[in-house]
């Protein structure tokens, strides 16, 4: 299935018994702990709504990573 990933073509792997999310996404991005934010058609996904938001071919995702400092 493919995507676009912060403006790039980006290709998932899709089972057919399981839906790929948001959290399958970072998972193999390696990013599943990190602080970020995730946009999904330009609407914001929460954290709390990554495990049951599934992508569908053709969605555009924006990965940002929260930078503290002070």
């Not at 938001?53 to 503290?68: F, K, P, R, S």
């Amino acid at each position: 299935m493919q995507i676009m990933l912060n403006g790039e073509p980006y290709t998932l792997t899709t089972t057919a018994t399981s839906p790929i999310t948001i959290s399958t996404l970072l998972g193999q991005l390696g990013l599943a702990e990190k602080r970020i934010a995730v946009e999904r058609n330009e609407m914001i996904v929460p954290r709390s709504r990554h495990a049951e938001t599934a992508l569908e071919a053709g969605d555009q995702v924006e990965i940002v990573h929260a930078i503290g400092g002070g």
